[in-house]
């Protein structure tokens, strides 16, 4: 499953960016839509997730001021993040998973600067 990320950069604490993943049309809608990140020397860890009818669940590092949304007519998930710390620098991937399988995007890098 082909997953498309897009959005990451250099940004100063406190500050806002928005993380896009684009899904293949043939994504069964069974299948989660999420994303994770790795930050440096760390292994990857659970951000957010969203089902195709619109059930989220967030993790609690980032409860507050990351939303995930997804656009079934367009495929597509975003992932809105505020109040960005350094903390939150890292690689972000977004995910397509059902209880079987996942699949990861190639992800795309966000440095948050202090």
């Known amino acids: 499953v082909p997953l498309v990320e897009s959005g990451g950069g250099l940004v100063q604490a406190g500050g806002s960016l928005v993380l896009s993943c684009a899904a293949p049309?043939?994504?069964?809608?069974?299948?989660?839509l999420g994303w994770y990140r790795q930050a440096p020397g760390k292994g990857r860890e659970y951000v957010a997730i969203?089902?195709?009818?619109?059930?989220?669940n967030v993790s609690l590092a980032v409860r507050g001021r990351f939303t995930i949304s997804r656009d079934n007519a367009k495929n597509t998930v975003t992932l809105e993040m505020n109040s960005l710390e350094p903390e939150d620098t890292a690689v972000y991937y977004c995910s397509a998973e059902n209880r079987h399988y996942r699949y990861w995007g190639q992800g795309t890098r966000v440095t948050v600067s202090s």
């Open positions: 049309e043939t994504l069964p809608r069974e299948y989660y």
């Open positions: 969203i089902s195709y009818g619109g059930s989220t």
